[in-house]
Nanobody
Framework: QVQLVDSGGGLVQTGGSLRLSCAASGRTFSNYAMGWFRQAPGKEREFVTGISLGGGSTYYADSVKGRFTISRDNAKNTVYLQMNSLKPEDTAVYYC????????????????WGQGTQVTVSS
């Protein structure tokens, strides 16, 4: 089992920044690729970004490329999502997720999920 705890969400104005964190406990964190997904009201959950086991490979949805940065610290069992130049359309509940071995763009292929953290961007 891997337990994930998301944090760092909040209310921010358009153009602002937030940094989300996801702390993991349980099994060996470095064995899991990590992803961030988001779900806005009335919309399906969507892939935002993912990072490989050692952090050497990262993947981004086109909608966040150049604005968001994913990183991980395996010594601290934590993955981060730095979000800059936020837009109202980024408003959603953000979830971190862990998948054994490799990143997937499909949420259904992830093994463990955090509880989610709300991000609200005001216009």
């Amino acid at each position: 089992q891997v337990q994930l705890v998301d944090s760092g969400g909040g209310l921010v104005q358009t153009g602002g920044s937030l940094r989300l964190s996801c702390a993991a406990s349980g099994r060996t964190f470095s064995n899991y690729a990590m992803g961030w997904f988001r779900q806005a009201p009335g919309k399906e959950r969507e892939f935002v970004t993912g990072i490989s086991l050692g952090g050497g490979s990262t993947y981004y949805a086109d909608s966040v490329k150049g604005r968001f940065t994913i990183s991980r610290d395996n010594a601290k069992n934590t993955v981060y999502l730095q979000m800059n130049s936020l837009k109202p359309e980024d408003t959603a509940v953000y979830y971190c997720a862990a998948r054994y071995a490799s990143v997937s763009f499909k949420g259904s292929e992830y093994d463990y999920w955090g509880q989610g953290t709300q991000v609200t961007v005001s216009s």
